[in-house]
């Protein structure tokens, strides 16, 4: 059974910082590109960032510089550092993994940024 499991999201103010992780089981981790998405009320869910299994990583324009997303391979982890937030990164955080034939989804973790 696949599961991915999100913890870190959090109250914070504007500014501060917040890392949130994925754990993953059930799929062997190095083979999947593992990426963020957030949604807010109202609007589409959005990719925020995404890694593949060798490393490389691609961001949206709308947090490139701010956010760091590393994964631990050996530990089926992702983790998404988040700095300098904004309100508008208000949103519910998904931990998403992927490949050619499976595409797997976490249940969320709301992230809250006060001005």
């Known amino acids: 059974q696949v599961q991915l499991v999100e913890s870190g999201g959090a109250l914070v103010q504007a500014g501060g910082s917040l890392r949130l992780s994925c754990a993953a089981s059930?799929?062997?981790?190095?083979?999947?590109?593992m990426g963020w998405y957030r949604q807010a009320p109202g609007k589409q869910r959005e990719l925020v960032a995404a890694i593949t299994g060798g490393g490389r990583t691609n961001y949206a324009d709308s947090v490139k510089g701010r956010f760091t997303l590393s994964r631990d391979n050996p530990k089926n982890t992702v983790y998404l550092q988040m700095n300098s937030l904004k309100v508008e990164d208000t949103a519910t955080y998904y931990c998403?993994?992927?490949?050619?034939?499976?595409?797997?989804w976490g249940q969320g973790t709301q992230v809250t940024v006060s001005s």
């Open positions: 998403n993994a992927r490949n050619d034939w499976w595409d797997y």
């Open positions: 059930g799929i062997i981790f190095s083979s999947y590109v």
